[in-house]
Nanobody, 127 residues
Framework: QVQLEESGGGLVQPGGSLRLSCAAS????????IGWFRQAPGKEREGISC?????????YYADSVKGRFTISRDNAKNTVYLQMNSPQPEDTAVYYC???????????????????WGRGTQVTVSS
């Protein structure tokens, strides 16, 4: 059974840092592109970052997080991370990871092209 599980969410102060993890079971993550998405209350789910499979090495960041968030993978732990530096209140959302087939340096696939999803972890940025 394929399962993705996000962890590491919580309450963080503006300007702090937080690292989200996306751990997989039943799936070898280094063969997949992994995307991070978020959904704020009353808003649509949006893609914010992705990393291609291990053969490619491409990473993509939406303008809203570029320069503040970093995506990485640890194949030995079958885990992908999203390091959130200097988060702001507008980053408050439920964060999801998903496994799909591609990611490029210039674009992230739409939601429907991702095959497997986690259940999400809440991130709240507030003082």
């Amino acid at each position: 059974q394929v399962q993705l599980e996000e962890s590491g969410g919580g309450l963080v102060q503006p300007g702090g840092s937080l690292r989200l993890s996306c751990a997989a079971s039943g799936l070898t993550l280094d063969y997949y592109a992994i995307g991070w998405f978020r959904q704020a209350p009353g808003k649509e789910r949006e893609g914010i970052s992705c990393i291609s499979d291990s053969k490619d090495g491409s990473t993509y960041y939406a303008d809203s997080v570029k320069g503040r968030f970093t995506i990485s993978r640890d194949n030995a732990k079958n885990t992908v991370y999203l390091q959130m530096n200097s988060p702001q209140p507008e980053d408050t959302a439920v964060y999801y990871c998903a496994a799909g087939s591609w990611c490029s340096d210039y674009d992230q696939p739409p939601l429907y092209e991702f095959d497997y999803w986690g259940r999400g972890t809440q991130v709240t940025v507030s003082s």
